[in-house]
Each structure stands twice: as C-alpha cells, then as structure tokens.
C-alpha cells in the first residue's frame, strides 16, 4: 500500500477502535477531548511519516502515539485530572496508573458498551442511527447528511440533541449487565436493521455509501455474535438477514443506482459466500426457543436465495408472512404476503384479500393490485398500475411501474 | 377501534377423523385465514385452542364433566380481533376455517373493566 494511501486507510478502520476506548475512558460528558486526542494522533502520524517514512508496524505506532497523547492529555490538564478525572470512575483508579489498553479485547468492549450507550431509548431511532454512524463508524456529519438525504445543519443538530440526551441522561459507556441486555438488546438491533435498511432501500445514487451503511451494520451486529453475553438467536438472525440480503447488493442495482427486480436479477451476481453464511447464522439463530420477526425475516430471505418458483418455496414464504405480521405488522409485509398468497394459492384469493387491505395512500398497494389483475382484468390492471403512478414521486418507482404496464395496455 | 372476542365452537363428537393430508390443509386454512386478518392490521391476539374435555363447577359444591352434556356442540379455541364495529368484526369472522366443518364462530364485543 502507498504511502497516500495509508493514513486514510488506518483513519478508517483505527480511528474508530481507538476512540471507542477512549469514549468509554473519558465517558459520554468528554466525547469531544476523546475525538481531538485522536485527530491529533493522525495528524502528528501523518506528519512525522511523511518526513521519516512509514514505520514498520503502523498501527502498533498510532496506538502508541494514542496512548501517549492521552496520558499528555492527562497530565497537563491540571483542571481536568483534579475535577474530572475523579469522573473516570468506570475505570477506577488515579490518572497516574490509567493504563491506555488498547487490546482487541478491550476494543471491542469499549465498542460493545458504546452500541449499547449510543442506541439508548432516551433518544428517538433517527438519532440513534445518526450517533451509531459518528461516534461507532466514524462518519462525518456530511456522509450522514448524504446517507439521509438532508442537509449537514440538519444532521449536526440531530447529533448535538442526541449527545446532549445522552449526558442529562447520564447514559454511562460500560460493558451492559445481563438484565440489561436482555431490556435493551431489542432496540440495539432494531437500530442496527434500520441502519442496514437506510443503505439498501435507500434510493440514493451513491451506491459505494449505501454498501458501506450496510458493512457498518453488519460490523456492529457482528461485534455482538463475537461478545458471550450479547450472542443471543435474535442476534444471529438478524446477521443471517443481513447476509441474505447483502449477498444480491450487486444484482439489485444497475450503474445508474436504480433498483433490478428481483425477478429480472443475474443470480451469477449473488454473492454464494454470503448466502452460505446467511445459512451458518440462520442456523446458529434456530438454537433455544426464541422467534423474533428477524428469524421469520432471515428465512424469508433464505428462501429467497431460491431463484426458481416451486409450490414449498412460496408456501413456505406464505406461512413465515402470516407468523411474521402476527408478531408485527407493517403495511410492506402485508403486501407482500399478498404477493405470496397469489404465488402459493392463486390470483383469485390474493385479489379478494387484496382489497381488505385498503392501503389507499400506498403507490405500492395499487402496484400490487396492478399485477394481481394482470392477465385476469387488464382494463383494471391498467387503472390500479395508473393510481400507483400518481402517487409516487420516485423515479425509479416510475420506470419500474412503467414497465409493468405495458403488459396491460391493449395493442 | 374496538376488541371483539371470536369463540369458535363444533360440535367435536360428530368430526370425522381426518388423514393427516387432511390435518394439514386444515392448519393451512387456519394459518391463512388469521395471517389475513393479521395483514389488515385488526389481529389483536391469535388466541388459543381449547382441550376438548373439561369439568364444569356448579352451586352446591358440585363439579361435573363438561363443558355440557346437554348440547354437543363445544368451544374449540377463541382469538381477539379489532374492527370498528361489530359487524365488521363478524365479516372478519366469515373466512374462518371452522365454518367449513358445520362449526361457528361467536363474535361479542370486549367491554373493558
């Protein structure tokens, strides 16, 4: 690796190791002395190598340098070390024997105990998904602002609120208990799936950053198989969900960022290793007695690494649909539990339970009744397919509509 | 939106046993049926099947086999479901399985304590 090339590269995969152990040192009232120690290690690593050259082993150097520039920190903050030091309490010792432990162990401890600190109910799930990407993936307030599709003044004041909670809340940054995890666990790994979902239903052009949203969600949800205490089914099959789906990341979007059909997809393009993992986790999630709708979404997925329309795939897809909206219903499950239902039982039922869903606001609703009428009653097809149109502004949606149609309009 | 009670009763004595093709399909239909209510938004509890024998406490200290021996029809399970008024609650209970086996289907309001 070049020289140029480094720096970023140890920025994007160190800085947010070394400054989870520091976030977790200072606690969540000093973030921003954890984030300048680090900015400084980076800008004096970046300095120094570009007149001496790269060291041997440049992560060990930039932890070292860390370390150091903390425990200066430290030291020649005479206020800080008498006032607030005694606020270090997490580690409980004097500044004078702080040791700056930056193992991968205590990494990923003080990265555990930050998801826990940062998805913390005090705040809604927006900000929590926005304080995930800062503070745990190093995003700047831009790259969330891009990943959101608002401006940065909107972003800077969703995370400046969202510290603010956390430190009236005095959310503390430690290892959870176990009743704790067993509470919280839930809202963590909702967070975490709509952080995976902001990057792969997003229509947002930039494809590199929705693929990066992904592999941060997947990261983190990661880091909680790897920790004993947070190892749970759900977790798992949350991962599994996430393998699933990330394993068509390619094959559902085209050069210009708009979405390929399911139906229309290269499966050469399906990623096999991630189908095989999703299958690992899946797997490992069917251990103990829980069924969470991650579960019921994971074998949903799983069944849809099966490109070919049989009778079990789409009974079965049918069947985890009727668990799924049981446990929580969404309008997009029951949509598409109609779709299963046409699959599995025929148009004439699907259609019948179609319109007891009464979705009216939804372009989706009437894209469905669209094609559920498709060969049966193309003069309705074509109304419902025009309603879908009129109700969405998405441009992808659009085409994908379009196309549709014109299997019902009459030559 | 208000709750409604779905009592489902038939008479048990008199169903033929069924192969377990025919077991199956039935679940299917169950299955079906509650996962469209469920897709309406208006499933508030799946419920529960109900044990075909029980015992019946009356005055006097007296407990006798029941439910009732004077009719053969019995309660089979029961689930909750929300709509707003009780007709809609009974169109909600018109898809159900049990009608297809001479059963019925109670459906009462919930008044809240």
Redesign the interface.
């Known amino acids: 690796m070049k020289q140029t090339e480094l720096i970023p590269h140890l920025f994007r995969t160190e800085y947010r190791k070394i400054v989870a152990v520091l976030y977790k040192l200072f606690g969540i009232e000093h973030i921003e002395i954890a984030e300048d120690i680090v900015s400084d290690t980076f800008l004096l690593a970046s300095e120094l190598w570009g007149l001496k050259g790269v060291p041997e082993n440049p992560t060990a150097r930039l932890y070292t340098v860390a370390k150091n520039k903390t425990k200066d920190y430290l030291k020649h903050h005479s206020i800080f070390t008498q006032k607030i030091s005694k606020e270090i309490k997490y580690s409980g010792t004097t500044f004078h024997e702080i040791e700056i432990d930056l193992s991968t162990k205590n990494i990923n401890d003080s990265q555990l105990a930050m998801i826990f600190a940062v998805c913390h109910p005090c705040n809604p799930a927006e900000a929590q998904i926005g304080l995930a990407l800062n503070l745990l993936c190093s995003f700047s307030v831009v790259e969330i602002a891009n990943a959101f599709f608002t401006n940065k003044e909107v972003i800077y004041k969703r995370l400046q609120r969202g510290k603010e909670k956390l430190r009236t809340e005095k959310i503390k940054i430690e290892q959870p208990g176990l009743s704790e995890i067993n509470e919280r666990l839930p809202v963590v790994l909702l967070t975490l799936y709509l952080l995976f979902n902001e990057g792969y239903y997003s229509s947002n052009q930039d494809i590199s950053l929705r693929k990066d949203l992904c592999l941060e969600a997947m990261r983190l949800t990661y880091l909680l198989i790897e920790n004993d205490y947070t190892n749970k089914p759900a977790v798992n099959a949350l991962f599994s969900l996430m393998c699933f789906h990330s394993s068509r990341f390619e094959a559902r979007i085209n050069e210009d960022g708009g979405t390929i059909l399911y139906e229309d997809q290269d499966t050469n393009l399906w990623d096999k290793e991630l189908i095989e993992k999703g299958e690992y986790y899946l797997n490992l999630a069917s251990k103990g007695d829980e069924l969470s709708k991650y579960h019921l979404e994971a074998a949903i997925a799983y069944w849809h690494t099966h490109k070919e329309d049989t009778e079990q795939k789409w009974e079965n897809i049918l069947q985890l649909y009727n668990q799924l909206l049981q446990i929580e219903y969404s309008p997009i499950a029951a949509l598409n539990r109609t779709f299963a239902l046409a699959k599995a039982n025929g148009k004439k039922d699907a259609i019948a339970e179609a319109e007891k869903l009464n979705l009216i606001d939804n372009h989706l609703y009437y894209a469905l009744l669209g094609n559920l009428y498709t060969d049966i009653d193309n003069a309705k097809a074509l109304q419902h397919y025009q309603k879908a149109l009129s109700l969405t502004s998405s441009n992808s949606e659009k085409v994908t509509i379009g196309r549709n149609m014109e299997k019902v309009i009459p030559r | 939106m208000k709750d409604f009670l779905l009592v489902f009763r038939t008479d048990y004595s008199n169903t033929p046993n069924a192969s377990p093709d025919e077991m199956q399909a039935m679940t ?1 239909r169950w ?2 049926w ?3 209510i ?4 208006k ?1 508030t509890d ?1 419920g529960n099947r109900l044990a075909l024998s029980g015992k019946v406490a009356r005055p006097g200290n007296i407990i006798t086999d029941g439910p009732y021996s004077e009719i053969k029809e019995s309660i089979g399970g029961y689930s909750i479901v929300k709509a707003n008024s009780l007709d809609e609650a009974a169109e909600l209970a018109k898809g159900c399985p049990i009608l297809t086996i001479g059963g019925n289907v109670e459906v009462r309001e919930i008044n809240e304590m």
Request: proline share 0%.
């Open positions: 299917k299955m079906d509650m996962g469209g469920a897709a309406q938004n499933l799946r």
